[in-house]
């Protein structure tokens, strides 16, 4: 079993700057399709943006430009960092990974993707 817990989530006004983390412990391996989701209230969930095991990030249009996603596998910490926040961006923030590479297309493509772990999730509020 691979356990995520997610930090960071908050309330700021449009235009402010948020970085969400995720700690994972368990069976997690370096390897893994590692993402970032989110949920408005009554909308499907969305995933944000994903990373590989090679470091290969993708992102969903709606974010590109603004967030970017990162890991330090020293220490199984997953990062978003969320820039030029807007009020479309609040919503319910997951973490989620998946033992499939391919996960990492599919997330941020797919939408409501099912993947392998997930996080409880960390609200995001963007507002004046």
């Known amino acids: 079993q691979v356990q995520l817990l997610e930090f960071g989530g908050g309330s700021v006004q449009p235009g402010g700057s948020l970085n969400l983390s995720c700690v994972s412990s368990g069976y997690y391996y370096d390897n893994f399709c590692m993402a970032w989701f989110r949920q408005r209230p009554g909308e499907q969930r969305e995933g944000v943006a994903a990373?590989?095991?090679?470091?290969?990030?993708r992102y969903a249009d709606s974010v590109k430009g603004r967030f970017t996603i990162s890991k330090d596998n020293a220490k199984n910490i997953l990062y978003l960092q969320m820039n030029s926040l807007k009020p479309e961006d609040t919503a319910m923030y997951y973490c989620?990974?998946?033992?499939?590479?391919?996960?990492?297309?599919?997330?941020?493509?797919?939408?409501?993707?099912?993947?392998?772990?997930w996080g409880k999730g960390t609200l995001v509020t963007i507002s004046s």
């Open positions: 989620a990974a998946d033992r499939d590479l391919l996960s990492c297309t599919a997330a941020t493509t797919v939408p409501n993707y099912g993947m392998d772990y």
């Open positions: 990373v590989d095991g090679f470091g290969k990030s």
